[in-house]
């Protein structure tokens, strides 16, 4: 083929390349490497010493980064408050137990003296995230970094997207699906319940008043039933049980022997025996004393659902302040339009004409005579 031809040919596809390298999401590991290369270093200072007198928040901050995740993607909608014309996802009901928002306000307060506007929000809570499992005695997870924080946030996303504590398998499954996450994924990530707590209401029908009859749960372990009613009396709104019934604050294995044996605490925890693959993986892990697997798989799901409609390549923002929009940048000013040429009116320019036409005439004049 002539060159010329075959450049032509070459080069009509740079465009098409540029706009799939441009949608294409990058979250990639170091993003800050070289433009704030402290950024990890001091969020996990902060984690160390808010877990230090305040090691409840472990959980929380995990949680958060799912939630997070799972409703329009890893871009931090979750922090934003509400405003008067718009509900947040913070106050939609599924989200109104979760915690640790002032943590984030913290650690980006930091980053925001150590390197200003480069941090988003998204990768403050998916490291606070990583260093919580971490700090948990859980592996120490390579997440990438390098997302960008949405602008906007609508409680009513949160239901269509967030499955409740009383979600059966099937429709685990399906929302999970909708991120391209699998039946082992679900299994996995749900290991994350091997720390951390809930309120009794987010499972007190279990035992109290399941099916609505007034019964207690028979998937949940006679002895753990006697435990967990003097934990959470009817109608308690205050009280929080650990969801691992073996150990809450280790991260280890103990969530799927506790499965196991029919001490899981939730009703989206136990549907977790009703799926072949998820039954086969909670058999698995509750049988092995090594945590080796379970981290390992631990580690690829959850960066797998960290890159959930992450926002990169100047998509969003960095947010200045975690909970609200950055401002609207000033309008860029119009020019202001062309003056005018000043058209003369048809009596001027008749006059004119004239003036002109009398001027050459007396010029010829001049030049016969002189
Ligand atoms: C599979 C679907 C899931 C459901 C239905 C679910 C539901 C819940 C519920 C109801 C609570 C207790 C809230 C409360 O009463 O205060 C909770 C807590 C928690 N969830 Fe999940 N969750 C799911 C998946 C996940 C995933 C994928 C993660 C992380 C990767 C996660 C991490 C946590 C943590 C760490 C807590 C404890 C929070 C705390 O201590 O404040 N969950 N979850």
Partial sequence: MDSKILMTVLLS??????LLSSTEAHVEYGAYNTTCPQAEKVVYEEMVNILATSPDLAGALLRLHYVDCFVRGCEASILLNSTSNNKAEKDAELNKDVRGYEVIDRI???LEVACPGIVSCADIIALAARDSIRLSNGPNIPIGTGRRDGNGSSASDVPLNLPSASANITLLLSLFAQYNLTAKDLVVLSGAHTIGKAHCYSFSDRLYNYNGNGSSDPRLDANYQTVLKQ????????????????????????????LSQKKGLLTSDVALLDDATTNAYVLLQANKTSTDQFFADFATSLMLMGKIGALTHGKGEIRKQCSVLNPAPPPTPTPSPAPK???ASPEMRSAFSSVLSACLVLSYFFIQFY
């Fill in 108 to 110: 980006k307060a930091k």
């Fill in 231 to 258: 934990q959470c009396i009817p109608n308690d709104v205050t009280s929080l049980v650990g969801l691992d019934a073996n150990n809450a604050t280790a991260f280890d294995l103990g969530y799927y022997s506790g």
């Fill in 341 to 343: 040429p000043i058209s």
């Fill in 13 to 18: 596809f740079v465009p098409v390349l540029l």
